[in-house]
Each structure stands twice: as C-alpha cells, then as structure tokens.
C-alpha cells in the first residue's frame, strides 16, 4: 500500500467512523463505510479498521484506478467511490473532464483527467458528486452530512495542490 493510499483512507475513515445500523440509512448495516450490503458474508459488526483498509484497498483504490490519478484527484475519487460507488464515480470524473460518461475507467478518461488543471478537476468532481446527491430521496435526512463530506474535500483539495 502506498504513502498516497495510506493518506486517503485515513480521510475516507475519518468521514465513515464506525459502526451503524440505521435503518433509515440506504447502505443499511455499516461499519467503517463496509456495507452488509455489498458484503455480505463480512460480520460489519466486529469488521476491524484494518480489515476495512484492505478491504477498501484492494476493491476501490486498486478498482477505481485511484493510484493512476494525482494525489488530490485520487483521493477524491476513492472518497467518493466508497460513498456513491466506483462507476458512478467514475461517471462524476467523466462529467468533470467533459468526456462521455460511461462509468468505465479507459485511456479517454485517463487522458482527459491528466490534460486538466487538478484544481478545477477537483472542483468539477466535487460539483457533479454534489448535484447527484441533493438529488437522492434520502437527502432530506442525510443531506446534510453529505454535504459536509464535500465541504471538508473542498479543504482537503485546496490542500492537495
């Protein structure tokens, strides 16, 4: 695992926390941002962090080709990628880099990521995440927790660069 990986999960940790159950809450049972959902034969209850980091490592950094991207670009696609899922992360990229938005990671997007400015990509990610999500149902209740996860990778983007 690299300096880079290392550095993003600890701010989608920081983001995710531990464990919750909240019937409400569309990712259902959760520990660590590690749905029961999507994982099924995982115990989310006693799911370790650092069970969550290889988990997160090898099926979303690795995945969502996050390692291929500037460090900043990178993490934000694995914060959002663990948040909204890796093709429609990828979609929000795609979006954000004007090319079309097919939710597959290939050498058009790659090169169209790499010919931008990491400040306005960031900003145009965060956008296009930000507008999906104010679309979702669930936004009345969590709405406001998502909006704050863009928040602080706004900061964390104008740290990056």
Not at 15 to 25: A, L
Not at 122 to 128: D, G, K, M, Q
Request: glycine share 10%.
């Amino acid at each position: 695992m690299s300096v880079e990986f290392i550095k993003a999960i600890n701010r989608v940790l920081g983001h995710e926390g531990g464990y919750v159950n909240d019937p409400q809450d569309p990712g259902g049972e959760t520990n660590w941002g590690i749905s029961k959902r999507s994982y099924p034969s995982v115990d989310i209850k006693n799911l370790t962090r650092n069970k969550a980091i290889v988990i997160y490592y090898q099926d979303f950094w690795l995945k969502a080709h996050c390692q291929e991207l500037s460090d900043g670009a990178g993490y934000q696609l694995l914060d959002s990628a663990v948040n909204s899922g890796i093709a429609q992360s990828i979609r929000f990229m795609q979006r954000a880099a004007g090319v079309a938005d097919d939710g597959i990671y290939g050498p058009h997007t790659a090169e169209a990521v790499a010919a931008m400015p990491e400040a306005k990509f960031i900003i145009l990610f965060l956008a296009e995440r930000l507008d999906f999500m104010r679309k979702l149902k669930a936004w009345s209740r969590f709405g406001s927790g998502w909006a704050g996860r863009i928040a602080q990778n706004l900061r964390y983007g104008a740290e990056d660069l």
